[in-house]
């Protein structure tokens, strides 16, 4: 079976193509010929997920999942969430977006966070949801160089390193993304 996943991410396709396995045959909606910058404006990462999906959908039938991630702070009642990729401006620029988010955090004891990816698949016309977490904390100084995004400043529970100091393989083990793909990945081994 072929599947879209609704990404433009290289990075993203073959960490999928890790977990997925040889069992589906995934394939970019560029390499469909698809271009389309897809909007994320809506209000939660489901929505985020779901409207990417259903608009690739939309296209031409085939089945297709997209992602969408968030970093949900508790102090700061689950934000940046949905608005973690333009907190500081729209540039995404994750140097901002740290500076952004520990300003926020300056003072604040409880730095309890997590990082939320949810999956949302469209399988012969039918919608499924799948979701991964991973807990943690938001250290006061950014540690590490490796990972993308706010890895330098998110300790995972039970670690000793941020997620910008496992390796490429560590962090995929326990990662949210990671999380959620195995969940499909198990799903898809099912129909
Ligand atoms: P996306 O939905 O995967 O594009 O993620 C949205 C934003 O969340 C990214 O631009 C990053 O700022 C942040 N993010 C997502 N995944 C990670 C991660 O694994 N580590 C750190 N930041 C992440």
């Given at each position: 079976m072929e599947l879209i996943f609704a990404t433009s991410n290289?990075?993203?396709?073959s960490e999928a193509k890790g977990i997925i396995g040889n069992q589906i045959s995934l394939v970019s909606p560029e390499s469909l010929g698809i271009f389309d910058s897809?909007?994320?404006?809506?209000?939660?990462?489901?929505?985020?997920?779901?409207?990417?999906?259903?608009?690739?959908?939309?296209?031409?039938?085939?089945?297709?999942?997209?992602?969408d991630t968030g970093l949900e702070v508790e102090a700061l009642n689950g934000s940046p969430g949905v608005k973690s990729a333009r907190y500081a401006s729209e540039e995404c620029d994750a140097g901002l977006n740290m500076q952004k988010l520990l300003k926020e955090l300056n003072?604040?004891?409880?730095?309890?966070?997590?990082f939320r990816?949810?999956?949302?698949?469209?399988?012969?016309?039918?919608?499924?949801l799948f979701e991964g977490i991973v807990n943690g904390t938001i250290l006061?100084?950014?540690s590490g160089t490796?990972?993308?995004?706010?890895?330098?400043?998110?300790?995972p529970d039970g670690y000793t390193k941020t997620l910008a100091e496992l390796t490429?393989?560590?962090?995929?083990?326990?990662?949210?993304?990671?999380?959620?793909l195995r969940k499909l990945a198990e799903f898809l081994k099912t129909i």
């Open positions: 290289k990075h993203k396709l897809i909007p994320e404006d809506e209000p939660t990462l489901e929505g985020n997920a779901l409207f990417k999906a259903r608009y690739l959908w939309q296209i031409n039938k085939m089945n297709v999942f997209a992602d003072g604040v004891k409880n730095r309890k966070a997590r990816t949810v999956i949302a698949l469209i399988l012969d016309g039918r919608e499924y006061e100084n950014k490796g990972g993308f995004g706010y890895d330098p400043l998110f300790l490429f393989e560590e962090k995929n083990l326990i990662s949210h993304r990671g999380l959620a």
